[in-house]
């Protein structure tokens, strides 16, 4: 039977309160593990929402990224140090955690982006860190206590995962989104064609409903694909 788990939205803001972003607080009878970590301009959000949620120091277990963009991973070697708990990612986005570079391992063509993003989406020395635990496409979280399946889903970025438990809760990072209302494919990818060939292979899986990283969580039947 699968495991009992609750799983909450924390809706963080981006600088400027232009838009918001999703961690996920993930309650299972092991303990917490958290999914996304927001910007660093909401460092004081996320504390106050783990606290609300009575996770405290030595109750979480897991910081888990499903992409290496700072909006997030900004906070997750902040909060690696205030609850002693690990890092999790894909390897082929570890370096953008580790040496503060989210062009690292992707293939940008737009000169202008290069240019642009940094002025608004920076992360500090301190902030850069190397992941703990290197997660692998078909593996699982079981061992540090949480019954998930990690699915390595390219195309936003090449190490972006989506997170997938017995019960049909995907936890998808940038890959999937209902920021505009209307839950669809990211149109931010870098790789277009390993975006739609990740969303084919999600569409052989069982799922239910779907936690993006922007937007509202959502019925997998309600994606426009």
């Keep these: 039977m699968p495991m009992d788990q609750n799983i909450t939205t924390i809706r963080l803001p981006l600088p400027l309160n232009i838009t918001q972003v999703n961690s996920y607080l993930v309650h299972t009878e092991n303990g917490f593990f958290l999914v996304d970590t927001g910007m660093t301009n909401a460092r004081r959000q996320i504390e106050a929402a783990l606290d609300h949620l009575c996770c405290h120091l030595g109750d979480l277990k897991l910081i888990i990224l499903t992409h290496g963009d700072f909006d997030h991973s900004g906070n997750a070697a902040y909060l690696r140090g205030k609850f002693n708990a690990p890092i999790a990612m894909h390897h082929a986005d570890a370096g953008m955690l580790e040496n503060g570079d989210m062009f ?8 202008l982006l290069k240019r642009l993003l940094p002025i608004f989406i920076r992360i500090k020395k301190k902030d850069e860190c190397p992941p703990d635990i290197f997660l692998e496409d078909g593996g699982t979280l079981a061992e540090y206590g949480w019954d998930a399946t990690v699915l390595n889903t390219p195309g936003h970025s090449s190490g972006s995962i989506c997170l997938l438990t017995p019960a049909g809760d995907l936890l998808c990072g940038d890959l999937l989104t209902s920021s ?16 739609q060939n ?4 999600l569409k052989s899986l069982t799922i239910k ?17």
């Design 198 to 201: 990740s969303l084919i292979r």
């Design 209 to 225: 409903t779907v936690s993006p990283g922007h937007g509202q969580p959502f019925a997998w039947q309600a994606l426009v694909t």
């Design 104 to 111: 690292w391992n992707r293939k940008i063509k737009s000169t």
């Design 180 to 195: 505009t209302g209307k839950p669809m494919l990211n149109s931010m990818m870098y790789d277009v064609v390993a975006g």
